[in-house]
């Protein structure tokens, strides 16, 4: 279970409050800024979200709050509505790190970590492969076969993996030429453990890719969690398997 559900949240164009002085709240105001927003003061009647820098931030919370506002106060979680992450910018690409405010400094570091494995060109590819979205509709037209084409070529050492620097480049010449098939079929899966981090890196992957995922009763959330939140999901009789199901199927058993 995740204590807050991520969102990224459009604001170019709109008012967002940000009171307070000091560094903490410039910070602040230039994150506002750099998304886009329009800075405004506590009194502007069509904001929507807030950010609180102050001393004694209670009674300031409480106004924004009660007038249906989204409240961040910095350093105090307890009055947060919402907390912001560490950002990693790869325009359009977009790595929120959060803690839920237990530790910014943490969610830094792992940000900075991050940094030196994602290639700058990353951004260029997700804009490549919007703009390719028709031609691989073209190319592909059942979606099952296209989600399992582009995860085989969007995997590690795929033909348009993307931590390699040349994957945008790449993108036209892999749509021109001929696709790898992606892994279909049934892929049983034997759990040694309820910890996902015992999961082969290959499992781990297959779980990622499935389209159905056919599970024993008894299964740990923990396990399930790693599938594709939209993979169809088959609750199974011990010693059966799911019939005429279509695409990856990986069938997890204890």
Not at 51 to 61: G, K, N, T, V
Not at 121 to 146: K, M, N, V
Not at 213 to 222: N, R, V
Request: negative net charge; charged residues 30%; hydrophobic residues 45%.
């Amino acid at each position: 279970m995740i204590d807050s559900l991520p969102l990224f949240h459009r604001i170019a164009g709109q008012p967002v409050i940000v009171l307070g002085e000091g560094e903490a709240a410039e910070a602040k105001r230039r994150l506002v800024r750099r998304a886009g927003g329009v800075v405004v003061g506590e009194d502007d009647g069509e904001a929507r979200l807030a950010f609180i820098a102050m001393d004694e931030p209670e009674a300031s919370a409480q106004r924004l709050r009660a007038r249906g506002l989204l409240v961040n106060v910095i350093d105090r979680p307890d009055l947060c509505d919402f907390t912001t992450p560490s950002i990693l910018d790869r325009s359009p690409v977009l790595l929120a790190i959060g803690t839920g405010g237990a530790s910014a400094g943490l969610a830094k570091a792992l940000r900075l970590r991050l940094e030196t494995i994602l290639p700058q060109s990353l951004g260029r590819l997700a804009a490549a492969l919007g703009a390719a979205r028709e031609r691989l509709r073209e190319r592909f037209p059942d979606a099952g076969a296209r989600r399992q084409v582009l995860d085989a070529a969007l995997g590690e050492g795929g033909a348009i993996d993307p931590l390699r620097e040349d994957s945008a480049d790449r993108l036209a010449d892999w749509l021109e030429g001929t696709a790898p098939p992606g892994e279909s079929g049934f892929v049983e899966i034997r759990m040694r453990s309820a910890d996902p981090e015992d999961l082969t890196l290959r499992e781990a992957r297959l779980l990622g890719s499935a389209d159905v995922l056919a599970y024993e009763p008894g299964t740990p959330d923990a396990i399930l969690d790693r599938a594709r939140a939209d993979a169809a999901r088959v609750a199974l009789v011990p010693g059966t398997m799911p019939v005429g199901a279509a695409g990856l199927v990986v069938i997890l058993r204890s």
